[in-house]
């Protein structure tokens, strides 16, 4: 990996904090900004993945004029107000030239040394990735329309592509690192990382994450492993500046915690304990509570799954005692859902019902600044999700299959990946709660879903339910399931 060419100290002016599109945002935290930004994107028909660090990005200024997807999409959010109301730049100003008409900007495009970054955020779809190579397909990083300031990410995502090749473009689809590293880096010299790299790896880990809430593991797990591995290559190679180390390795952290969630959720569950303590181990030696925090929760819940439910317990209870100091109530109430299901795998009713509420209190306290990006998950949907996970534990089936249900119509429509899981955990609560009509009609939800979501824990959730209806087959709304579910292709 050689190099940046093009440095952000070459930048015409240092960034100016973005006041008015602050203001606009008011009392949401950046996350739930992004949700209604993304909601709003859906109305008018726009597929943009913004999350809580793009907001972060426009309201520090690094992003001074969004491309024209999320310029759609903000103009609807305010109707009446331009760009330059929303404390953007022009254009014009931005790409140092006046805009031009799509076919002129067509014709004078040199993919290979623009200056134009992209916006990582439009490089969310995985049926896209087969066209990427294309410079001028409307989701390539380097298509004309897509403009923001970041210049060192634009170089490392230059060099990612003119590589070329499929594999090459798969691993990019996940961020910039797989294809630096190729097959021939441990035949070279290491370098010295430098703030490109550290935001290559940030970058990645965001990727997995956008990918992952619509599509699911299944398909990712493999894919992302090169990123991780690239990553704690240039932890191998130190970095130039203490704080470069210190971002390197927060984000290799954050990668193996997503790389591990991905095998977490797609059945591997030796691979992701292993991602897992490979993330508390980056995160004791560099002393980073919020990396700890994140891994401890994690693996909390990763043992409920795998059957180890009293040390779900101890994780989530080591979660909150490194957490406490964060000042994220948002973290808080996810590490006390942690530990009630913990609690309730162990069949201590009481114990998870004192967690339970312990969580609904944190959670009321509302939004924060203080809370971490990978949160972004965590709203309403998710918080009565996870108590109809504890509840179907215990056998309280109605009650199970109320919160699942509620989980499942309050979920943001880019979650695409826990809107099946939701109505997953809502069929089979039903089914064991003895109503398979509608067990049955909540299973075919899910299997309407599952074209674009693959995720071996949804696929394992809903063959046990299937197995529970057996018994109900000569019901009309049963068998059709039955014979759907069966005839599903199962991911290999």
């Known amino acids: 990996m050689t190099s940046s060419t093009v440095t952000s100290s070459q930048s015409p002016r240092p960034p100016r904090p973005n006041l008015a599109f602050r203001q606009l945002r008011g009392q949401r935290s950046p996350a739930e900004f992004a949700a209604a930004v993304r909601r709003a994107a859906h109305e008018i028909g726009e597929r943009v993945s913004c999350d809580a660090r793009y907001i972060g990005r426009v309201e520090a200024g690094e992003i001074r004029c969004p491309n024209y997807a999320y310029e759609r999409v903000f103009l609807h959010m305010f109707p009446g107000r331009t760009l330059t109301d929303l404390g953007f730049a022009p254009r014009s100003a931005v790409r140092g030239r006046a805009s031009r008409a ?143 180390a210190e971002r390197l390795h927060s984000g290799a952290g954050e990668l193996a915690i997503s790389v591990g969630w991905l095998a977490h959720d797609s059945g591997r569950f030796d691979d992701a304990r292993s991602h897992y303590a490979e993330a508390l181990a980056t995160a004791r030696m560099t002393g980073d509570p919020a990396l700890e925090a994140h891994a401890f929760c994690n693996t909390a819940f990763l043992a409920r799954d795998a059957g180890r439910p009293r040390e779900a317990v101890r994780a989530a209870q080591a979660a909150q005692r490194v957490g406490r100091g964060l000042g994220s109530a948002r973290l808080m109430s996810l590490l006390a859902l942690r530990e009630a299901g913990g609690w309730a795998g162990l069949t201590d009713r009481a114990g998870c019902e004192r967690a339970l509420a312990r969580a609904q209190a944190l959670y009321e306290r509302g939004a924060s600044d203080a809370d971490p990006e990978w949160m972004s998950f965590y709203g309403e949907a998710e918080l009565a999700g996870l108590e109809a996970q504890c509840w179907s534990t215990l056998g309280d089936w109605p009650r199970a299959a109320r919160h699942a249900r509620r989980a499942a119509q309050l979920q943001d429509p880019h979650f695409t990946r826990n809107i099946a899981l939701y109505t997953a955990e809502l069929s089979d609560d039903l089914a064991r709660g003895g109503r398979p009509d509608e067990a049955a009609a909540a299973g075919m939800r899910v299997l309407d879903l599952l074209d674009q979501v693959q995720s071996s824990r949804i696929q394992t959730m809903l063959a046990g339910t299937a197995r529970v209806l057996l018994p109900h087959r000569q019901t009309r709304g049963v068998s059709v399931f039955l014979e759907r579910h069966t005839s599903t292709p199962r991911p290999v």
């Open 102 to 244: 799509p076919h002129e900007e067509r014709e004078a495009y040199d993919p290979y040394h623009s200056t134009d970054a992209p916006d990582p955020h439009d490089l969310h779809d995985l049926h896209d990735l087969h066209d990427l190579h294309d410079p001028y397909h409307p989701h390539h990083p380097y298509h004309p329309h897509e403009d923001h300031e970041n210049h060192e990410e634009s170089d490392v995502l230059r060099r990612a592509f003119m590589t070329r090749g499929g594999a090459t473009v798969a691993a990019a689809s996940l961020g910039p690192l797989g294809p630096a590293f190729d097959a021939s880096a441990a035949d070279r010299p290491a370098r010295r990382a430098g703030t490109s790299d550290a935001g290559a790896v940030e970058e990645a880990v965001r990727r997995i994450r956008l990918l992952d809430d619509r599509h699911g593991a299944d398909g990712l797990y493999r894919r992302a492993a090169a990123p991780l591995r690239a990553a704690y290559a240039l932890l191998d190679a130190g970095a130039t500046r203490q704080t470069t």
